[in-house]
């Protein structure tokens, strides 16, 4: 059973920077796009960004160009998302999975509070 294990949320003040990480139990990430979601309090959860099979072809939500990287270490069996510029309308909790997702392989997710 494959987990994904997101770190690296907290609060932080609008204009900061968070850099999140997640971490899979085996291998996997190397065979797949990998993707970060988030999902607002209240609502439904939302594709921020994905990264192609061995780290070119990036794409990102509207809501984050130009705000957000993401990155993979396949050697690692690690994803990033480095978050600049934060605002108070990214505040949700963040996942990483697979794209198209696997709803087997949710993890917690990471909690990122933007506020002042």
């Known amino acids: 059973q494959v987990q994904l294990v997101e770190s690296g949320g907290g609060l932080v003040q609008p204009g900061g920077s968070l850099r999140l990480s997640c971490a899979a139990s085996?291998?996997?990430?190397?065979?797949?796009?990998v993707a970060w979601y988030r999902q607002p309090p209240g609502k439904q959860r939302d594709l921020v960004a994905r990264?192609?099979?061995?780290?070119?072809?990036?794409n990102y939500a509207d809501s984050v160009k130009g705000r957000f990287t993401i990155s993979r270490d396949d050697a690692a069996n690690t994803v990033h998302l480095q978050m600049n510029s934060l605002k108070p309308e990214d505040t949700a909790v963040y996942y990483c999975?697979?794209?198209?997702?696997?709803?087997?392989?949710w993890g917690k997710g990471t909690l990122v509070t933007v506020s002042s």
């Open positions: 999975n697979i794209y198209p997702p696997r709803p087997s392989f």
């Open positions: 085996d291998s996997i990430f190397k065979h797949y796009y």
């Open positions: 990264i192609g099979i061995g780290g070119g072809n990036t």
